[in-house]
């Protein structure tokens, strides 16, 4: 069998949020981007037998380690801020789980969510373009499964084999000072901050993104769609800036329904991505 064009590797998750549990995880809303903008998508991952599978797009092939239990994420509002709690956590992925053809998929994405990717992964695909949205490597659990900002341990291992990376302004926050080596060694390194755009660095220069304005209704898993659509574009045209232009607009569509139900089509995608380049 033929490669996917776009491999997502990372926990898919239940989210609860109040008395509402929603499916998520980085890998599930990147690869649900890619494939609402017309690529085939695959996922590695792992889950229990209570994760709703039947629920994703039939479209997208999904590779599951089992395991006893879901990664299970608790949200809630603290200070103002949002504060999340892991009740339960799904296998871990190596370098072993990876399907020998999806080595040579065009285009990659380690996207783990609480420390589950390992990074030798980054070394087992061919020509593939590797990023990584490194949210889950920059997280920690305290005793009682809170989740708090956690050192990177194996960037050295996983920086020079990176095409791109992706981290939000949250993910960095106190630990700042790495950011200046992580952008001088990937080619494109983008940091997003929400509503106040993203910052993109190409080869260490760097350049503002200004936010498109959107209704924000759940901004879950709006930078794993921001770095789905920033590889696609990319690889289609080879032009960073043209691509976190791309980026920045699905992201700001994903947030203005629940969980994934607003990731654009390219129809759409496209029709918001020539108003913002007409405001600009």
């Not at 700042?176 to 080619?187: F, G, I, K, S």
Request: glycine share 8%; with cysteine; hydrophobic share 45%.
């Amino acid at each position: 069998m033929s490669a996917p064009d776009f491999v997502a590797i990372g926990h898919v998750t239940l989210d609860h949020f109040g008395e509402d549990v929603r499916t998520g995880g980085a890998a599930l809303y990147a690869a649900i981007t890619a494939h609402r903008l017309g690529r085939s998508a695959a996922i590695l991952t792992s889950h229990g037998p209570e994760f709703p599978l039947d629920d994703l797009p039939t479209r997208i092939e999904v590779v599951t380690l089992e395991a006893p239990a879901t990664t299970f994420f608790e949200h809630r509002a603290a200070a103002g801020e949002r504060a999340m709690r892991v009740t339960a956590t799904a296998t871990p992925l190596t370098a072993a789980d990876l399907p020998e053809d999806w080595r040579d998929a065009p285009l990659v994405l380690l996207a783990p969510v609480i420390q589950e990717v390992d990074a030798a992964l980054v070394a087992r695909f061919g020509d593939s373009s590797v990023a990584a949205a490194a949210q889950g490597w920059l997280r920690a659990l305290d005793p009682e499964g809170g989740v708090g900002p956690g050192a990177w341990a194996g960037a050295s291992d996983v920086l020079d084999q990176l095409q791109a990376l992706f981290v939000s302004a949250e993910d960095i926050r106190g630990q700042e000072e790495h950011l200046t080596e992580w952008v001088q060694r990937v080619p494109l390194t983008v940091v997003t901050a929400g509503a106040a755009g993203a910052l993109l660095y190409v080869n260490g220069d760097r350049f503002e993104v200004k936010p498109r304005a959107a209704h924000e209704v759940d901004p879950t898993g709006a930078g794993d769609v921001f770095a789905a659509a920033f590889l696609l574009h990319y690889q289609r045209d080879g032009d960073p800036w043209a691509a976190a232009e791309a980026a920045t607009c699905a992201a700001s569509l994903s947030v203005e329904g629940e969980g994934w139900s607003t990731v654009p089509d390219s129809a759409t995608l496209e029709a918001a991505l020539a108003d913002y380049r007409a405001r600009f």
